[in-house]
């Protein structure tokens, strides 16, 4: 089945670590998002990428960084210039002409 | 600028009873609207959206919303709540440049359903 893979689900990090989270996608969709979760904020854009080689900075770009190297893969690292990492990230892709988004299952990841 | 308010952060209802979850957007111009669902720890599920055909739009699981223009809303109904519906709920409308895919999500309703 087509759908989006997000990995770790949970994951810990020292303060100070970067960590990197993975998002692969089998929908040949061109264009992918990261979203940054907190209780009661909705979701926030981090970064998204139309194309291959290509990203732009969303709302709450500092403290992250990404890569598109792939059409299928759009891997999220939080620095440890993140003053506040703790939260519920989310992949979300998008295929050429549509405006709807397929989520992935999320990963959580807790500052120690 | 576009902007979307859940004027409920928190509806509580009885099982078998009416689901209305509240929803106000403000465009300059003619929005597409969404609303997606979510159980806990897991990611979005579109429910349905508006891309200014029909006004009243069907979704999945029996929920349905209507776009109201000359009252910037778009809420979210179901006739009969079940246990399975308790989840959080996000109204959604595409961003400007609607060819980024940006969407600015509400801050999200959490639907209680008590049996």
Redesign the interface.
Known sequence: DGG?T?SPKYLFRKEGQNVTLSCEQNLNHD?M?WYRQDP??????IY?S?IVNDF?K?DIAEGYSVSREKKESFPLTVTSAQKNPTA?Y?C?S?GAG????T????S?LTVL | AQSVTQLDSHVSVSEGTPVLLRCNYSSSYSPSLFWYVQHPNKGLQLLLKYTSAATLVKGINGFEAEFKKSETSFHLTKPSAHMSDAAEYFCVVSGLSSNTGKLIFGQGTTLQVKP
């Open positions: 989006i997000q264009a998002y009661g904020q909705g979701l926030r854009l998204y139309q732009q969303g519920f989310l979300a998008r549509a405006n709807v988004l989520f992935g299952a999320g959580r």
